[in-house]
């Protein structure tokens, strides 16, 4: 079963602070990992995308892979108003050949409050 | 530079009324996916386009068939559409799938909010 994990929220952080986005999946063997933004009544945005373990920093966005434990994070610095979306983890779990995209979760609603 | 457009982006049906949902894209992609958003569902596949010639299923295919009519444009059909069919459509593609170390990020359509009464 294919499987990718987030915690539903919401997750409500006061502005300027740091907030912190979780997603646990199921293929140990996955390579590719995202994630999306998406704004109430509007289509997901890809925000950050990650493929090896590590850090990766764009602005005021990191995301975080840890492989072996099968753990992707996106850390928002110096949160704003307008960060306040559903965030989704997406994994592509199809490395052994797989056509059928990505698995998204099923989103983390933030809340930042000013 | 469009990248995914889909149409319409409202739509009311009738219970038993067909349609089809338009996707297209620009950005010379191989693999297309279109999902269905509910709330406290999250994005579920119900069909997919690996590239020109091939479709299959996804989570959720009942009720609904597809056409890749060449590598820019997956369409989705309902052929008798039922309440249960409301829900939001999100087309997207992928550069190709088929190669899944790089560049497998998907880009969506605006959406297409679907109401069947």
């Known amino acids: 079963q294919k499987e990718v994990e987030q915690n539903s929220g919401p997750l409500s952080v006061p502005e300027g602070a740091i907030a912190s986005l979780n997603c646990t999946y199921s293929d140990r063997v996955s390579q590719s990992f995202f994630w999306y933004r998406q704004y109430s009544g509007k289509s997901p945005e890809l925000i950050m995308s990650i493929y090896s373990n590590g850090d990766k920093e764009d602005g005021r966005f990191t995301a975080q892979l840890n492989k072996a434990s099968q753990y992707v994070s996106l850390l928002i610095r110096d949160s704003q108003p307008s960060d306040s979306a559903t965030y989704l983890c997406a994994v592509n779990l199809n490395v052994g050949g797989g056509a059928d995209g990505l698995t998204f979760g099923k989103g983390t609603h933030l809340i930042i409050q000013p | 530079n469009a990248g995914v457009t889909q149409t319409p982006k409202f739509q009311v049906l009738k219970t038993g009324q067909s349609m089809t949902l338009q996707c297209a894209q620009d950005m010379n992609h191989n693999s297309m996916y279109w999902y269905r958003q509910d709330p406290g569902m999250g994005l579920r596949l119900i069909y997919y386009s690996a590239s020109e010639g091939t479709t299959d299923k996804g989570e959720v295919p009942n009720g609904y068939n597809v056409s890749r009519l060449n590598k820019r444009e997956f369409s989705l059909r309902l052929e008798s559409a039922a309440p249960s069919q409301t829900s939001v459509y999100f087309c997207?593609?992928?550069?190709?799938?088929?190669?899944?170390?790089?560049?497998?990020?998907?880009?969506f359509g605006q959406g297409t909010r679907l109401t069947v009464v």
């Open positions: 997207a593609s992928i550069k190709d799938i088929r190669f899944p170390m790089t560049n497998t990020e998907a880009f």
